[in-house]
């Protein structure tokens, strides 16, 4: 067999994508994101219903035998893990999978807790998390590394002995490093914060390897999540 032939056996034999979606996003730049991975995974158009809140998403539960649900946390009525719960009661609950700005333990636990069987961050490239749908199709779960780290430190946790770890001691930010770390909290781009600060790209791409340094840290999510455990973040 060749391996264009195999290739297409293989394609024949791979279970179809989850059908119909929703997509439960505030954001309208986010949810056509979401929209343009799915139909890139073969979903098409008329099997992606988008909501932009909880209330949009539970006007749209009983019309449609969702199976798949992207769900961003931060809503503008309410948190997506009360969402995910009442989804989990549904007779033939879709899988629920987060796709959220941030991966703070407490979020984390909660929707999982709560029935997610995925978590994504959107600072990751489209063929990441295209890549990260894509293991749904076999019975996988899409879970950001950062987000795999996470859940293995607390499990890692739970199992070591109560002591408490030293704390660590960590350069301080500059006053300019400060101000460019709450744009980045924000979910700004390097360009957005370069105009928001009159600076160029070039200089806040600086800055931001310095807080990366600092933080001993090697992505954004990562800063903030570090620089709000510290507690220099709200």
Known sequence: MTAAADADTQALQAPAFPRPVLVVEDSAAMGERLRRILVSLGVPQADIVHAASLAQARQWLPTRPFQLALI?????????????????????????????????????????RAGAAGYLLKEREDAEISLSLRSIQRGGAPIDPFIARRILSFVAQQAAAPEAPAAMELPPLSQRENEILRLVAQGLSNHEIAVALSLSKLTVESHTRNIYRKLAVGSRTEAVYEARRMGWLP
């Open 72 to 112: 961003d946390i931060g809503l503008p009525d309410g948190s997506g893990v009360d969402l995910i719960a009442a989804l989990q009661r549904q007779p033939a609950p879709p899988a629920s999978v987060v796709v959220s700005a941030w991966g703070d333990e407490d979020t984390l636990l909660a929707a999982l």
